[in-house]
């Protein structure tokens, strides 16, 4: 038989079981048959010979895959004697973990047969090997290849599908150069959840190495000799800027390819972290950069484009995880049953025989009879954890709480313990608590800090089977899921203007959450409508679901251009802009020219903005001529200097400045105020931070919410206030107060009042508190060390006064989700 008549057979094999699970046809699981097995056996000899390429690799992985998921038990232990010299041979031992237990356990290989077999496992196991502080690792061929990247370079680019283990390799690789004397880290992720997965994970590997003098931190805390900082970019500029580090071992940038849309947009959250690259290349001496993201064609060349050096790369398009996309489709009016792969440019299709099961296929909204189609998909994939992606927060609720309901068990104390711990801590009528209880979680941007980290404990401890999740879980959070159950790829329930949908890059992005490295050999995807992805398949590739790459541009270039003769206006009449599409990119030219003088000119050329040197001298005369004082401009970069000055005009003729201190009286009113005052004054910001909110209660809302907030009153205690202890029914409006406050008062809040606060009693840290919640020395280090707010304060209120802090004594008041939120600090 053909390689191609192979493969296809075995992927034919693992499309009829997957029916089979789905009961959407009647037949029973198929095993690889014997023939079968010996041709995908001498396959997988074939492919380990000669030169190992990418594709050879995807050739294997897909071999062997399904062959060890697919097999008879009875010949387990013959394949594993074959199948793990060929994952050495093409550099993917690691995998050999899921095929043989003691080697999971101990480290040691089980008993194979052959002497030569065994020598070619170690011969092929030692070249991928590290030592790090006496321990051994063995890494794949992709994770070596990486390790002596960084060793050799000082800037390198990594991009991989996200199974391919870049990210404990990156890990690993921080632990190996704190050893070598490395002591000053940052790691910049784009999400909360993502800060938290790393600094657990980091503190992981600090602990098994008893690295117990670095820590790893979530903000700026001085007088550290050494440091690990996670954080966002919001935060990294803030560390590089007004913390002033100077100098760092190594920067690790996660997910890079948010930085892409700068080129597009003027502000935003990829312009900050543009800007602190820009900020990294020309101020701060760094020993290593590592820019790390998914599937991106131009790693290499990006690396170029920011820093203006020479990169090395690293890529790769085989990961040691076979990744399927399933999907249901219609079609002359039979229904199908769809696998794409990346081995064949056309599915390989079954009719569905048992078309009730996939009754409700086809309907345009989530209606009853949808619901049951999920519902009985789901029930089929019970054994193992599903994300199920939902367009909107509140999509993501409904349906977990429907699944809940139709499935009606408890699984177990631990989550009703988990259900009791979230009554407890955020409202006796929260639905997420009874939905826990079902083994069903959801998991939003509306999900508060303590919720979220404990559904990601549960999930990973695969107490959590099913998990409906929104865009949030798309960036970086690796969780032990098998499957992705996927409706449409849109990001909305009901059209309202301007449809958005996930883009073909999104998507594989997305369909990568499926399956992990050294947890799956197989990672499925299943779309239960593929018509609503259609237009998803005029890409290159001419697939319904490609294994989409993208290139990134960055640079101000094509947003200068676009709007030069209004920009060059602005600055030669030194004129305040309002809300024009252009206002972000004056406002960085005229920030670079007031902070850099002359060597501007240089930083602007740098990110494609080229000025005429007389209109560069007009403009700086214009700033060089303000009142407000240097350090408030500096201190507030994304502010337009000439609105800074106005504000500050503003600022001396108010008759009470911003409150300093968290218990000053009238807070409430003095954040009124101010609130008040941005909105008449300075729309631009108002609408930055706050959007279009113009109703009087719900401002009142916000500053009376950053009042008990800074005041560290719990948000149980919040929530009880404003809607009382038995009310039911009031899910939506708990979420609403919950994104009220990490929203727009734990950020827009703040974001607004820094440069007021900055104008004032410069000893204050009230925009640190208003943005944590925090205020007690105690509370904040354990917040600054990865502790979510309400377990900090919980601890603060616990932890004796005047005494050093020692969890340890007060473990046993704690519940058992609130030691494993602190459990890396002990």
């Known amino acids: 038989m053909s390689q191609r008549t192979i493969l296809r057979q075995l992927l034919e ?7 089979c699970k789905l009961n959407l046809i009647n037949s029973e699981d198929m095993k690889v048959p014997y023939e079968l097995c010996l041709s995908a056996l001498n396959l997988l000899k074939e492919l380990s010979n000669g030169e190992i390429t990418d594709f050879k690799r995807q050739l294997a992985i897909t071999a062997v895959s399904v062959l060890w998921t697919h097999s008879e038990l009875s010949i387990k232990d013959n394949l594993r004697q074959i199948i793990i010299p060929i994952l050495s041979e093409i550099g993917f031992s690691p995998s050999s973990m899921m095929l043989d237990e003691s080697l999971k356990e101990s480290g040691v290989y089980s008993p194979i047969s052959s002497y030569f077999d065994k020598l070619r496992v170690l011969a092929h196991d030692l070249k991928n090997q ?21 060793d050799d370079n000082r800037l390198i680019g990594i991009s991989a599908p996200t199974s391919a283990g870049k990210s404990f390799l990156i890990y690993l690789k921080i632990i190996d150069l704190i050893f070598k004397g490395a002591n000053k880290i940052v790691y910049v992720v784009p999400t909360l959840s993502l800060i938290s997965q790393v600094s657990s994970d980091l503190s992981k590997l600090l602990k098994e190495h008893k690295l117990n003098d670095i820590s790893i931190l979530n903000s700026y805390e001085s007088g550290l000799d050494g440091f690990i900082y996670v954080v966002t970019q919001e935060r990294a500029i803030s560390l590089f800027s007004d913390e002033a580090i100077l100098e760092l071992n190594l920067l690790v940038v996660d997910e890079i390819q948010n930085i892409e849309r700068v080129a597009n947009e003027g502000e935003g959250r990829s312009k900050i972290l543009y800007d602190v690259l820009i900020d990294v290349r020309n101020d701060i001496d760094v020993d290593r950069i590592i820019l790390s993201g998914p599937r991106l064609k131009n790693i290499g ?16 398009d085989a990961p040691p995880v076979l990744s399927l996309t399933y999907s249901v489709s219609e079609e002359k009016g039979r229904y199908l049953f769809n696998q794409y792969s990346a081995l064949f440019d056309e599915p390989i299709q079954l009719v569905i025989e048992n078309t009730s099961k996939i009754s409700g296929f086809g309907q345009v909204s989530y209606t009853d009879k949808f619901n049951e189609y999920l519902h009985r998909v789901l029930s089929d994939l019970d054994d193992d954890v599903s994300v199920i992606f939902s367009p909107t927060s509140n999509q993501a609720r409904k349906s977990a709480k429907a699944y809940s309901v139709y499935i009606n068990s408890h699984k177990g104390d631990l989550l009703e313990s988990l259900g009791c711990y979230f009554r407890e801590s955020v409202h006796n009528k929260y639905e997420l608590a009874s939905i826990v209880e079902s083994g069903v979680a959801y998991h939003t941007g509306k999900t508060p800090m303590h919720v979220r980290k404990s559904i990601e404990y549960a999930t990973s401890q695969k107490l959590i089977k099913q998990l409906f999740c929104t865009t949030t879980l798309m960036q970086g959070v690796n969780l032990p899921a098998k499957n992705v159950v996927v ?22 992005n997305l369909r990568g959450r499926a399956g992990r490295l050294l947890t799956d050999f197989i990672g499925r995807t299943l779309v239960l409508d593929e018509s609503s992805f259609a237009s998803s398949a005029n890409s290159e590739e001419n697939s319904m679901f490609p294994d989409e790459y993208k290139d990134i541009n960055t640079g101000y270039h094509g947003i200068y251009e676009r709007n030069s003769d209004f920009i060059d206006d602005s600055l030669s009449n030194a004129e305040v802009v309002g809300d024009a599409p252009s206002k972000a990119l004056i406002t960085h030219i005229r920030q ?8 501007a000119v240089s930083r602007l050329r740098d990110v494609g903005i080229n000025i005429e040197d007389s209109l560069i001298s007009t403009a700086r005369a214009s700033i060089n001529r303000l009142s407000v004082p240097r350090e408030v401009v500096l201190s507030n970069r994304y502010w337009d200097p000439l609105d800074l000055e106005k504000l500050y005009g503003i600022y001396n003729t108010k008759e009470y400045p911003l409150v300093s201190a968290p218990f000053h009286s009238g807070m409430c009113s003095n954040f009124l105020s101010w609130m008040n005052e941005f909105k008449v004054e300075f729309p631009y910001y108002f609408k930055k931070f706050f959007g279009n909110v113009d109703d009087p209660r719900y401002m009142y809302g916000i500053a009376k919410g950053a009042e008990n907030w800074v005041r560290e009153k719990p948000l149980y205690n919040i929530l009880l206030e404003r809607f009382g202890a038995d009310a039911e029914g009031i899910d939506n409006k708990i979420d609403g107060e919950i994104e009220k406050l990490t929203k727009h008062v734990s950020f827009g809040l703040p974001m607004l009042l820094k440069p007021v606060a900055d104008m004032g009693n410069n000893e204050s840290s009230i925009i640190m508190n208003i943005e944590l919640g925090i205020y007690n020395p105690i509370a904040r280090f354990l917040s600054d060390r990865g502790v979510p707010r309400e377990t900090a304060i919980k601890i603060n209120a616990l932890h004796r006064k005047n005494e050093t802090l020692n969890i340890g004594r007060i473990l046993s008041q704690l519940n058992y989700w609130e030691i494993k939120q602190v459990e890396h600090l002990i």
């Open 13 to 19: 094999i693992e499309h009829h079981n997957f029916a």
């Open 130 to 150: 590290v030592t790090v502080n006496g321990k051994v690792y063995t890494l794949t061929s992709f994770q070596s290849d990486i390790w002596n990247r960084i």
């Open 301 to 316: 060349s990006l690396g170029f484009q920011i820093f203006g050096e020479q990169s090395s790369e690293k890529s790769t």
């Open 487 to 508: 409706r449409n790829p849109h990001l909305f329930t009901q059209k309202r203007g301007e449809p958005v949908s996930l883009s073909s890059y999104e998507f594989a």
């Open 592 to 599: 670079m020219l007031y902070r850099h003088g002359d060597k």
